[in-house]
């Protein structure tokens, strides 16, 4: 609660926002459905919602969902289906919960929502929102069928620099450092993928102080890579020589079962991209060189291998800094922004303010330049 209330209490945004919602009511009769990690931040962007009139219907992300945050949600009078779960049978069953509610707006996150509703849909959809760049991806190839305004929230040039590169950055490290409790001093740390999220882990390791390589597909990104003063080696040899591994790029298996043999004794492996399979956690634990793999401290799996080497794997590869002991996320600043952004794209798409043609776009240049100059605004009258 005193997380709930201090993460509020920060976003002076949304709280700008909330009370302009007060009087202008934009979702007053309809539903929002939603499927974002529940923690204290996205509490403070559901109460947003409701505040403008929306009946508010949420489920979490897999593995992410925090007790706490539900709880309070539920007692502020927002439905909220299901429970915290690394099981994808169950969250799946809860993801279609919320689209049984036939919610006129979607807020989602991953793609997870508007994938389904394509499977089930109901003429009463108006449209809504996604959060990420794997959503994006999931999304656009679909656009002929969702015909329905979308705006990709990821895609704004303020998430990409407020949220993916420096919020993400910070946090991935903020938890590397809470989990293993251990120094990024001199460490050798591979970074694997050079986008915007990328490019924050690379920059915070090195601020503290270890000496970090990326490997990167895109011979522009590896390029841009290495002149920011980056290693770039060959992907098996970045892996030969890490003490710490973290992938970020929104694809599968980027390490593998295969990878064990070159991996450090003690190598730390972490995930930071939106999907647990960017290190293949399943094939590694089925690997016939591990002979097991147990609880290290909390958070920390360790793989035994029969050379004697041991391999840890951060909050089981889910995404490390919302996952794990204690997650708090990214920093409370950048989610302002990014809410505000959803908050003020869900009312566009509920007013009418975009059609079908805005389907999986990103978000419109003047909503952008609203919530850029309300921000800068409050923090220079602060
Ligand atoms: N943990 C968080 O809080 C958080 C926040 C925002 C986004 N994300 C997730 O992080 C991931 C990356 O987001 P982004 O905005 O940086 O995406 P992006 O598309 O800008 O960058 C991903 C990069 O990874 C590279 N890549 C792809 N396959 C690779 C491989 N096998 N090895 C090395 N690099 C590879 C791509 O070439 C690309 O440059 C996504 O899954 C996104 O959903 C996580």
Known sequence: MNRIAWTSDSCALLTEVTREFDDTRPFAGLAIGTGIHLEPKTAA?????????????????????????????????ITVIGRQTADPAEHDAYLREVLAARPQLVLDN?????????????????????????????????????????????????????????????????????????????????????????????????????????????????????????AVPDRDDALAEADIVVTVTGAAHVVRATDLPRLRDGAVLMNAGHLPHEIDGDAIRADPNVTGVDDGAEGIDTVHLTDGRRVHLLTGGHMVNLAGPRPLGNSIESMDLGFALQARCLEAVALGRVDANACVVPVPRD????????????????
């Open 45 to 77: 962007l559901l109460l947003t919602l409701q505040r403008g009139g929306a009946e508010v219907v949420a489920t979490g992300n897999l593995n992410t969902t925090q007790p706490a945050t539900v709880e309070f949600l539920r007692a502020q009078g």
């Open 110 to 230: 991953g793609g997870d929502l508007f994938a389904r509703y394509l499977e089930d849909p109901y003429p009463t959809l108006v449209g809504g929102t996604e959060e990420t760049t794997s959503g994006r991806a999931r999304l656009a190839p679909l656009r002929d069928r969702l015909a329905r305004p979308i705006l990709v929230i990821n895609d704004s040039p303020i998430k990409q620099f407020a949220e993916n590169r420096h919020a993400v950055g910070q946090s991935v490290l903020e938890s590397f450092l809470r989990i293993t409790n251990r120094s990024t001093n001199g460490r050798r740390v591979t970074v694997f993928g050079y986008g915007a999220c990328g490019q924050g882990v690379a920059i915070n390791f090195r601020n503290a102080h270890a000496r970090v390589s990326v490997v990167e597909p895109d011979p522009v990104l590896r390029l841009e890579a290495l002149l920011d003063g980056f």
């Open 367 to 382: 909503i952008d330049e609203s919530v850029a100059a309300a921000f800068v605004r409050l923090a220079n009258a602060a």
